[in-house]
């Protein structure tokens, strides 16, 4: 395959791990050619177009209680306070 048909593929599906694996290994190795090496390269940095959340089963929001907040109040006080540096 050439570097276009590698580049339509979506990322990590079944065939574009292969061959990225097979890319990771020739770098290992050190048997890798300069196009092999900038295909590697162009596979690596590509975003995917779907994003995923992995091993996720509850999240901050999840638990969070809005009913528990406590707001604060600004009470007037009859006594002046005594602020002491010790």
């Known amino acids: 395959m050439n570097k276009e048909q590698i580049l339509k593929l979506n990322k990590w599906d ?13 770098m290992k190795t050190e048997q890798m050619t300069a196009l092999e090496y900038d295909i590697f390269l162009h596979m690596k940095n590509r975003p995917t177009k779907i994003r ?19 707001l604060p109040t600004f009470k007037k006080l009859d006594k002046p306070i005594l602020i002491t540096f010790d």
């Open 14 to 26: 079944d065939e574009y791990k292969k061959i990225y694996q097979k890319l990771y290994y020739k």
């Open 52 to 70: 995923r959340v992995y091993n996720r089963k509850t999240s901050a929001e999840d638990t969070f209680k809005k009913d528990k907040l406590f």
